[in-house]
């Protein structure tokens, strides 16, 4: 055996099939048996001795690094985020983290379109209602006509966009680099995020967690939106604060809120957005398609097998684990032998 790699993400194991090349070039694979997300002290105990990891949103930490030990050489990210991974703790540690940028944007904007039909037609309450043996017909809204407003228009955002033009409502996104090829392909408007807020039917959040991003949708942001507006987030929970929305639904200013992440996953059963009437949920299922597995299966997979074989792989979150062409590594001493 050439080395031990550890997988974690629950749609990946059990597609086992996608794991066959690197059992085929040698390596052991240790899966996440639990069937759910693991906490940072099982992904701990579950890395000793890898080589590779192969991870979904768990927590990444130094600690779990240091518990795999010095044979760790890549941290693969299946999806697009890497808010979960202690990149600045990898890159001291030479250790490579990549992820699979474009492999889930279909899936997610599917999902985000999904929502938006649900929460402006009433279709979970509707539903739950005839389930019981109620015959209430709620009024919904339509989408065609009404205004969306993205925050950031990276690979989700423009594809949500493009899904939303196809229903024929109108795009206004904001998002610190301006997309002018979108904007002529697909006829969307530029506005800084206040505008974009005050005027959209329809708040649709496509950012990556970061500091900057943290509370981005926060009490002052939900206050300027329309009365009656509809939120929806598929990119991260941190990114909305929970209390500010939950304040802002309860007091009438939003008409609803779709989520399918939270700020703790899984949310506790008493969290307060958890069954509110004016909320509809999933538990992080945007990138969960068939098509989209596979595509960050053969993603991360691809990315593990390319480290630990000494090429550089597609998706670097870290480059400055690289040597500078022809100069010396910008920080550490490069990525582990
Ligand atoms: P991306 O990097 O292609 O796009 C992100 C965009 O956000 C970029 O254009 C960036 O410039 C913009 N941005 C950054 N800060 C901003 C700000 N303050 N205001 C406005 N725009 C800002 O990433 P992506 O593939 O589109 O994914 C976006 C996020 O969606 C991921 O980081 C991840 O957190 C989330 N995601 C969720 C799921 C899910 O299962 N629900 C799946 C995949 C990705």
């Known amino acids: 055996m050439r080395g031990l790699i550890v997988v974690t993400p629950t749609s990946l194991v059990q597609a086992p099939r996608h794991l066959e090349p690197l059992r085929a070039a040698g390596y052991e694979v240790r899966v996440n048996a639990a069937g759910r997300l693991l906490g940072e002290a099982e992904l701990a105990a579950l890395a000793v001795g890898a080589r590779g990891l192969i991870v979904s949103t768990e ?7 240091d518990r795999a030990g010095p044979g760790l050489r890549v941290i693969a990210r299946y999806g697009a985020g890497t808010d979960n991974v202690d990149v600045a703790a990898a890159t001291e540690r030479g250790i490579v983290v990549c992820n699979t940028p474009g492999a889930n944007d279909v899936a997610v904007a599917e999902l985000t379109l ?15 209602g005839v389930r019981q043996g109620r015959w209430e017909r709620p009024v919904g809204m339509e989408l065609r006509g009404k205004e969306l407003g993205l925050i950031g228009a990276g690979r989700i955002g423009l594809e949500v966009a493009r899904l939303a033009r196809a229903v024929g409502m109108t795009v206004t996104y904001c998002d610190p680099v301006r997309r002018p090829d979108a904007e002529a392909r697909l006829g969307l408007r530029f506005a800084p995020l206040d505008e974009v807020l005050a ?11 970061t500091p900057a991003t943290r509370h981005l949708i926060g009490a002052r942001e939900l206050s300027l939106m329309r009365p009656g507006a509809l939120l929806i987030n598929t990119s991260r929970g941190g990114v909305v604060d929970e209390g500010a929305l939950l304040a802002a639904l309860n007091e009438g200013r939003l008409a609803g809120a779709a989520l399918d992440v939270f700020a703790e996953e ?13 909320v509809i949920h999933t538990p992080h299922l945007g990138a969960r398609t068939r098509e989209a597995v596979a595509r960050m299966a053969q993603g991360a997979v691809a990315a593990v ?3 630990l074989a000494g090429r550089r792989p597609q998706h670097v979150v870290n480059p400055e684990v690289y040597p500078a062409a022809g100069g010396p590594a910008a920080a550490g001493t490069g990525p582990r032998a």
Do not use: Y
């Open 59 to 65: 927590p990444v930490t130094a600690a779990v690094m």
């Open 305 to 307: 097998l390319d480290v």
């Open 114 to 128: 999904a929502l938006m039909l649900a929460l402006a037609r009433h279709i979970p309450a509707a539903h739950d």
């Open 199 to 209: 005027q959209a039917d329809v708040v649709s959040v496509h950012v990556p967690l």
């Open 266 to 278: 899984p949310p506790a059963p008493t969290h307060p957005l958890v069954g509110h009437p004016k």
